[in-house]
């Protein structure tokens, strides 16, 4: 491919962060053709000297998508630009010696004014550089692009299950390995063999679904049954998910692992699977809560702090600790900003925070940085 493609994303918890999106006049294709720091898998396999024009048919595309919802069609270049250069599910694949791309984010609600939360995928095809008939180097070219639009009631628990198994098969469709992380993830057990306990439907590939399960929340997935199973735990073990009824040897279960007790009987395992689904995104919201909990502090009359955004939940947006630097573009490129879900994020950093404060650079969207001037 062009350059390395470093971020592979295939996590449940970034496509379950909605974003906000609002009105942009910005010429897309252009800054996405310039975007050499941008790190989606898309951007990383063409060359500034491939052709951009597929970016303006996916904007007019989607356009005409939103028009057809009910929706603003002034929302297509912002919308396109996050599911382009800053994708929360991004995947890659070799197929027939083309590379094969699928790139996803979810809109929350607030952000589109619809009633529901859009989830936007871009599918690509992207044939690498090669030579013509004479022998002129040719940049890599899209072969085929396309833009869909679908809703979602995030809301409800079956809805974000429905999303979540969604991610699950895209994992199985494109088998890339997982972005690198700096810590190892942490394992957690399945107890039980669904193809003993009465549940239908059970897949031949079952363990790699719960494997695949397992890694899009960053755990590691291990399964317990049989007769080798003693049933001891290891001490890392952070979750159980157990399949009742179970009639295994006695589970000896570290005294700080969670356990999740899973009826199972006479349901199909797809159903099984989106209950543990669930559970996985609640726990998974909550360990976030903890990890990206700050100490509130007041603002001093006068203060100006410029943040990047660093993630989202479903209610608000996480960022950075902030700068005295604005982005390059300068302290006179900022102008008033008034994103839900960015508000909540700054209000739980802030203990004076009020939303006269709230600042974003002129350059939206394809500058992402946010600031505060008290």
């Not at 699928?102 to 004014?113: C, K, L, T």
């Not at 209950?275 to 995104?281: F, K, P, R, T």
Request: proline residues 6%; aromatic residues 8%.
């Amino acid at each position: 491919m062009a350059r390395t493609i470093q971020e592979l994303e295939r996590s449940a918890t970034s496509y379950l962060g909605s974003r906000d999106v609002f009105d942009s006049r910005m010429d897309i294709a252009e800054e996405f053709r310039l975007g050499r720091k941008l790190r989606a898998p898309i951007r990383c396999a063409l060359e500034e000297s491939s052709s951009f024009l597929f970016v303006g048919d996916l904007e007019r595309s989607l356009a005409k998508n939103l028009v057809d919802l009910g929706l603003k069609e002034s929302l297509a270049p912002a919308m396109i630009w996050e599911v382009l250069a800053e994708p929360s599910v991004a995947l890659a694949a070799e197929e027939h010696g083309n590379h094969k791309f699928r790139q996803a984010v979810v809109i929350a609600r607030d952000g589109n004014s619809s009633p529901f939360d859009l989830r936007l995928v871009v599918d690509a095809v992207i044939v690498p550089r090669g030579h013509d008939a004479r022998q002129q180097r040719t940049p890599p070219a899209i072969v085929s692009v396309a833009v869909s639009i679908d809703m979602y009631d995030l809301d409800e628990e079956p809805e974000t299950a429905r999303l979540v198994r969604e991610l699950l098969d895209w994992c199985l469709e494109f088998p890339a390995p997982l972005s690198e992380r700096r810590s190892r993830p942490q394992p957690m057990a399945f107890v039980g063999d669904p193809r003993r306990i009465g549940i239908e439907e059970v897949p031949d590939s079952w363990r790699q679904y719960l494997t695949i399960l397992a890694a899009m929340f960053m755990l590691t997935a291990e399964v317990k049954d049989g007769p080798s199973f003693d049933g001891t735990l290891s001490s890392k073990t952070t979750l159980v998910v157990k399949l009742d009824p179970y009639a295994g040897k006695t589970l000896v279960v570290p005294s700080d692992t969670g356990i999740v007790l899973i009826d199972a009987r006479g349901r199909t395992f797809m159903s099984v699977v989106d209950e543990i689904s669930i559970h996985l995104v609640t726990r998974e919201a909550a360990l976030v809560d903890i990890q990206n909990a700050t100490a509130a502090r007041d603002l001093l009359p006068g203060e100006r702090v410029y943040h990047r955004k660093i993630g989202s939940s479903r209610n608000f947006d996480r960022f950075n600790e902030g700068s005295p630097k604005p982005c390059s573009h300068g302290e006179s490129s900022f102008i008033p900003w008034h994103g839900p879900k960015a508000t909540k994020g700054l209000e739980r950093r802030y203990t004076n925070f009020e939303p006269g404060m709230h600042k974003h650079c002129s350059r939206y969207p394809t500058c992402g940085m946010y600031a505060v001037f008290a």
